[in-house]
């Protein structure tokens, strides 16, 4: 079975301050990882996934398969980053069937000007 | 071009009824995602369809719950006998294809059951 534990629901950080939001997975294949946001009053969007490795907005995140996770970081947070964030898992199982999306609960980040 | 799209935005029904949500996917886009949403909760993966046909179901809570995607674009979601445990945002998503394409989803809709 396939598990997403996002252990902070909330995370309170003044702006500038680096920010980590935590994620760590279970799956027995080849995952996919993603960070989806939601933005106050907006709909679900995807933030980044670990397969393209870029940064989107500052934010990076790095899948560390030792640990099994997949943080979320950002040096600098800026007032614009609150939102509520989830980090998602989708599996491989050797057959190319990644596609339904298995999601943390969230972790509600605020930042404080 | 639009996004994917819900209706309704809301839907208060009472228990034992029958509602049906609807989804518009993102012209073009070949997979259709359902997902319901508790409060508290991350989204929670209920059924995908590839073109007309429901690929995967096994999110389905019960036989209660039911979707179709008769020409491959919209799609219905079926809650029968509606409980108050249903209550819940349904959020929609689609993407061009299954495997490592983003999935965009809708607005949701929020089902209230008294």
């Known amino acids: 079975a396939q598990r997403v534990t996002q252990p902070e629901k909330l995370l309170s950080v003044f702006k500038g301050a680096p920010v980590e939001l935590k994620c760590n997975y279970s799956?027995?294949?080849?995952?996919?990882l993603f960070w989806y946001v939601q933005y106050s009053r907006q709909r679900l969007q995807l933030l980044l996934r670990?397969?393209s490795r870029e940064s989107i907005k500052g934010f990076t995140a790095d899948l560390n398969k030792g640990e099994t996770s997949f943080h979320l970081k950002k040096p600098f947070a800026q007032e614009e980053d609150s939102a509520m964030y989830y980090c998602?898992?989708?599996?491989?199982?050797?057959?190319?069937?990644?596609?339904?999306?298995?999601f943390g609960k969230g972790t509600l980040l605020t930042v404080n000007p | 071009g639009a996004g994917v799209s819900q209706t309704p935005s809301n839907k208060v029904t009472e228990k034992g009824k029958y509602v049906e949500l609807r989804c518009d996917p993102i012209?073009?886009?070949?997979?259709l995602y359902w997902y319901r949403q508790s409060l508290g909760q991350g989204p929670e993966f209920l059924i995908y369809f590839q073109g007309t046909g429901a690929a995967d179901d096994s999110g389905l809570p019960n036989d209660r719950f039911f979707a179709v995607r008769p020409e491959g674009s919209v799609s219905t979601l079926k809650i029968q006998r509606t409980e108050r445990g249903d209550s819940a945002v349904y959020l929609c998503?689609?993407?061009?294809?299954?495997?490592?394409?983003?999935?965009?989803f809708g607005p949701g809709t929020r089902l209230t059951v008294l």
């Open positions: 998602a898992l989708s599996g491989s199982l050797g057959g190319g069937s990644n596609y339904k999306l298995t």
């Open positions: 670990h397969i």
């Open positions: 799956y027995s294949g080849s995952p996919e």
């Open positions: 012209s073009g886009h070949t997979a």
């Open positions: 998503a689609s993407s061009l294809g299954r495997s490592y394409n983003e999935q965009f």
